[in-house]
């Protein structure tokens, strides 16, 4: 039978902090086929599914030996023998192998490793681009409109910035190569512009500027003058977006937010005045993974933005179906390796779909030149992609592969809310 897996190898590779991660390659009749590499988040929702880490003193607890054994031994075996062209079936075995709702017997890593591995080489095995052999019935491929984070603050920098990401989101342009641009030229002007207040210092994990500042607004403050610096319009081609991440800074019903303590209610009424004196296009994760309340409320409110969950949701279907119920947000971000297989993955974005919400398709803080994210956006007709900075192969990797996949003639549509 041809198309038949005929070995799984994993190994552990680098990550973009420098920790470990696993790399797994596919095997397809008695030939190396395609690899995949898995990422690993900072601020991690904690009902994800479970990445599993070695624990102990090398690599400061963070190897993924075990990840690498449980596909070289339970997963490989399982895999071995079957075609490579059925990704269904194939994650239900990944999944049954596990046999725990959270993938904390063998890891998430270890499973969306093989998962991803195996897509790719279905889509090299039938000699077409990755992006067109996403299995199920899914918009046109577009290209997505890029949400980048040219700020990073919060789990992402070691600096007083309570929100995570301040991103620029380059949509009124009529091509990704355009928009793309825009964008960078905007992350160098607002590399002057700190420079010039005294505020340049390093970056942070998604390549991002990480200065100190006085309070969180300036951040905003200083991605308009960017924009406008490098000589585009925050009104009609430039908006900007938000990452707040706010499970990181909430303990006991409050948060802690420009040094003070405040309910969901009063950041709610921060939020919506940041949104009336800013371009703002999304906000992702304004308030804690199962603070509720805030989030309907704050929804409820109609602002036209998207109100993006991440911890919210991490890519389950079960906390999704309770978000479109309770009606707690309108977008969802996509991390598969929150989920732990493709299939899942897939699944989770047609019920959104199907409740009218925008998915978003999301990198990790920490990454690998793994681009697989940026055919996923395109082959699912997302229309956002959220891969940090202009910087860094890790971030660039993403970027240059819509770069090269607008080359086969899909259009750029312009994203607004």
Known sequence: MLGQITDILARMILDSRGRPTIEVDCFVDGRFSARAAVPSGASTGSHEAVELRDGGPMWLGSGVQRSVDNVNTILKNELIGMSVHDQTLIDERLITADGTPNKSLLGANSILGCSLAILRASAKENGIPLWKSIPGEWPVGVMPVPLMNILNGGAHAATNVDVQEFMVVPYGFSDFTSALRAGTETYHAL??????????????????????????????????????????????????????????????????????????????????????????????????????????????????????????????????????????????????????????????????????????????????????????AVGTGCGWIKTGAPARSDRTSKYNQLIRIEEQGLQYRSRVV
């Not at 340049?200 to 607004?217: C, K, Q, T, V």
């Not at 960017?226 to 977006?241: C, T």
């Not at 036209?304 to 949701?313: A, P, R, S």
């Not at 890519?315 to 969802?332: F, H, M, P, V, Y």
Request: hydrophobic share 35%.
């Open 191 to 376: 590399k002057k512009t700190l420079k010039e207040k005294g505020l340049l210092s390093g970056i942070g994990d998604e390549g991002g500027f990480a200065p100190s500042l006085g309070r969180n607004e300036e951040g905003l403050e200083l991605l308009v003058e960017a924009i406008e610096r490098a000589g585009y319009s925050s009104s009609s081609q430039i908006g900007i977006a938000l990452d707040v991440a706010a499970t990181e800074f909430y303990d006991s019903g409050k948060y802690s937010f420009d040094g003070k303590m405040i309910d969901g209610s009063e950041l709610s009424s921060l939020y919506s005045s940041w949104i009336e004196k800013y371009p703002i296009v999304s906000i992702e994760d304004p308030f804690s993974e199962d603070d509720w309340r805030s989030w309907i409320s704050f929804t409820e409110k109609g602002h036209d933005v998207l109100v993006i969950g991440d911890d919210l949701y991490v890519t389950n279907k079960l906390r999704l179906e309770r978000g479109i119920i309770d009606q707690a947000s309108n977008s969802i971000l996509i991390k598969p390796n929150q989920i732990g297989t493709v299939s899942e993955t897939l699944e989770v974005m047609q019920i959104a779909r199907g409740a009218g919400f925008d998915c978003i398709m999301s990198h990790r803080s920490g990454e690998t030149c793994d681009s697989s994210i940026s055919d996923l």
